[in-house]
């Protein structure tokens, strides 16, 4: 539903051409039938061509991209897509928290979504995406960030020494290992955020 790769409208479920997995609880689809109003952000964010490509949508990249970013949040980080299948199996009966990531993660994207970047920004690369998403839904004072400053911060943190020196490296190779994940939230926490080592630890590990 957050990547926009379920229809939960459907009206005619005898329709073979657009029938859903019998496996979906009809609990679910009430409960996202709710809330399709309440996830236009995060969906246009995931759908974004400048993320992803027409043809990686169409594979589903972006769904197993919005899986590692819902298991991250809730787990902490991990190497490439380790707790994906744990978490799958294991909130196969229910997902309690559903409420409280759509509605972390909406506001999350309304915020990115408005944020004053050009195109070929470095923040709508899949790496550098997912760590900012993952320290601002993080962030507990959110709703106190500047769009224009923050902006302007991102703008111009390529020019930094710490970009230059430590941040490209995890963001260009291994991109989706622990230690690299773990390295660029470090550097966004200090050097966007502001937020000070001892707190950064706090975050889930």
């Known amino acids: 539903m957050l990547c926009n790769q379920i229809d939960v409208n459907l009206a005619d479920k005898d329709n073979e051409d657009f029938k859903l997995d019998p496996n979906i609880p009809e609990s679910f689809l009430n409960w996202a039938r709710d809330k399709t109003n309440s996830c ?43 707790k994906v ?3 799958l199996l294991l909130y196969l009966e229910d997902f309690n928290m559903k409420d409280e990531i759509v509605n972390r993660f909406e506001k999350v994207a309304e915020f990115y979504l408005r944020l004053e970047l050009d195109d070929k920004s470095m923040w709508f690369n899949k790496a550098n995406m997912f760590s900012l998403f993952i320290a ?66 706090s975050f889930k590990d």
């Open 40 to 82: 236009e952000n995060i969906q246009k964010l995931l759908t974004d061509e400048r993320i992803f490509s027409i043809r990686e949508i169409s594979r589903k990249v972006n769904l197993q991209y919005t899986l590692n970013i819902v298991s991250t949040y809730l787990a902490g980080f991990y190497t490439r897509n380790d």
């Open 85 to 87: 299948d744990e978490y």
């Open 136 to 201: 601002l839904a993080n962030y507990s004072e959110l709703d106190s960030l500047d769009i224009s400053k923050f902006s302007e911060i991102l703008n111009q943190f390529d020019s930094l020494d710490v970009y230059d020196h430590e941040y490209m490296v995890w963001a260009k190779e291994g991109v989706n290992n622990l230690k690299e994940r773990r390295g660029r939230h470090k550097i966004i926490m200090k050097y966007i955020l502001n937020i000070p080592d001892i707190q950064e630890e």
